[in-house]
């Protein structure tokens, strides 16, 4: 590509990830919840009982920022953090009734943003574009400084 910031590779997916955050931040406004809370309510909708080290490294934020996370939603009614029953230094989270309700509406909300995302493409094309994001993923996870010149 060129040596322009507008056809810069990393500058282009950064702009379309802003604009995805952007989108699902107001698709999610209505049930007052940002999108880390979202993020991490999925995850205990699909696995329930994670500790806030699980839920962390799941949401890709410092065990810090779950920490906030999960007060905040703990706070509000929507999980529930208990004692591991063998390790009982270890918190799971779970969502509460409530949670669970909001949640799964929540989520019609961004599954909008997400379907007008995927509908740029042919199923062929999302296919294909997903694996180019993948092997973009696996070049930069080889990324070490010493072999830049």
Do not use: W
Request: glycine letters at 6%; hydrophobic letters at 40%.
């Amino acid at each position: 590509m060129g040596s322009t910031v507008d056809e810069r590779m990393g500058h282009r997916i950064k702009r379309v990830e802003q604009e995805l955050t952007a989108a699902k931040h107001a698709a999610l406004r209505p049930f007052k919840i940002n999108l880390p809370q979202y993020t991490v309510m999925l995850a205990l909708s699909q696995e329930p009982g994670l500790s806030g080290a699980a839920l962390a490294r799941r949401c890709m934020v410092t065990p810090q920022t779950m920490s906030s996370v999960l007060s905040t939603l703990e706070g509000r009614g929507l999980v529930e953090r208990k004692p591991h029953p063998i390790h009982s230094h270890i918190l799971e989270a779970r969502l509460t009734r409530s949670g669970l309700s909001l949640i799964r509406r929540a989520d019609e909300a961004a599954m909008q943003v997400e379907t007008l995302l995927s509908g740029c493409f042919t199923e062929v094309e999302a296919k294909e574009f997903l694996g180019r994001l993948d092997k973009c993923s696996q070049a930069l996870a080889a990324f070490r400084p010493e072999t830049v010149k």
